[in-house]
């Protein structure tokens, strides 16, 4: 009961403890979720289209998910929606240059990868956190 009670108040507060607990946990789910559309789709598209397919769907559930679950007492409004599309096209881009540097650098892309996902997961989790958190847009 005292884990239980622990976790329920580590996974159910808007600090920034719980943000990220719930950030890791949902991340981790959608990342084998998009990987399983991902291999599915490969049974009918090029592996590129489904790779682009399978990241656009993943992308459509944490825009349902991080205002619900995520960043718990947040609403989802289009301002917040287009500003995650923009966080996570921005963390792709960002991504790929990084892994590029990398690599040109000498680094094995296999490990460069490690280093491009988590310096992305940070940049998404902070810039999404400032979104759904930190900035209180009015209306117009």
Do not use: H
Not at 1 to 29: E, H, P, T, Y
Not at 93 to 103: E, K, M, R, Y
């Amino acid at each position: 009961v005292c884990i239980a009670d622990m976790m329920k108040s580590l996974l159910g507060g808007q600090d920034l403890l719980g943000d990220g607990l719930r950030f890791a946990l949902v991340g981790a789910g959608n990342t084998l979720f998009t990987l399983l559309v991902f291999q599915l789709l490969l049974f009918w598209l090029s592996p590129l289209v489904a790779y682009y397919l399978s990241w656009a769907i993943g992308l459509a559930v944490l825009l349902v998910v991080f205002p619900r679950y995520v960043f718990k007492g947040s609403t989802a409004t289009v301002w917040r929606a287009a500003s995650t599309v923009a966080i996570y096209l921005a963390s792709l881009l960002i991504g790929g240059v990084l892994l590029s540097a990398l690599t040109a650098i000498g680094m094995n892309p296999r490990f460069g990868i490690l280093i491009a996902i988590g310096f992305t997961t940070l940049f998404n989790f902070a810039a999404s956190r400032l979104v759904y958190r930190l900035i209180r847009r009015q209306p117009a």
